[in-house]
């Protein structure tokens, strides 16, 4: 079987993009990203993609009235790049149930929090004013809901007394460049089995020693 075939779908700054990139490149990843879509043109994500010769497509929301028009247009992009697995790396659109139902249970997100806990946006200065001590960050399959679809993996970050949301954000963000490409890599492999809220893996798993990040069995 050849590698995952992945569409991207981007907004901003593309770190988690670049994190993807890096591990396809360093042979941790058996995928490739086959296609970046961004809706913002300005988007530096946009041009991490193009640094590695990989196709971009950029859509505009405001050219029509309704979004499934502009979703129809994503898809079609998807589609005829042969996505397997669509990644959502700093999309800020939601995501229509037309859009879902094209490619279900093969959307997955990263947010910067433990779900269920802090959905939304503006999560990372959430976690500092109620005062948790620790915060993370989740990826999880996209359902109709806010940041609601089954869970694949997690890992924890603690909260400092001194943390801005600046440099929590950045702890948050390590982590993400982590068990992004492990979330991918284990769809890859055939290894995730959805069974309504719950994502249960196949086989064993290892964070390469990363007591934090869950899934985790020890090695040896």
Known sequence: MGRLKLGVLVSGNG????????HV??????AEVRVVISDNRTAFAIERA??????????DYGSSPRREDVENRIIARLREYGVELV?????????????????PMRIMNIHPALLP????????????????RFTG??????????????????AAVPVMDDDTEETLAQRIHEKEHSIYPMAIQLFAEGRLDVRGRRVFIKGPCSAA???CINPYSPRG
Do not use: W
Not at 25 to 30: A, C, N, P, V
Not at 117 to 132: E, H, L, W
């Open 50 to 59: 193009k640094r590695s010769g990989i196709p971009v497509a950029v859509v």
């Open 117 to 132: 806990s802090f959905p939304g946006v503006n999560v990372v200065q959430k976690a500092i004013d109620y005062g948790v």
């Open 15 to 22: 770190s988690n993009l670049q994190a993807i990139l890096d």
């Open 87 to 103: 990644v959502l790396a700093g999309y800020m659109k939601l995501l229509t149930r037309h859009f879902m139902a094209a490619f």
């Open 137 to 154: 960050c989740t990826v999880h399959f996209i359902d109709e809901g806010t940041d609601t679809g089954p869970i694949v993996v997690q």
């Open 25 to 30: 490149k360093e042979g941790r990843l058996d």
């Open 209 to 211: 020693g990363d007591h």
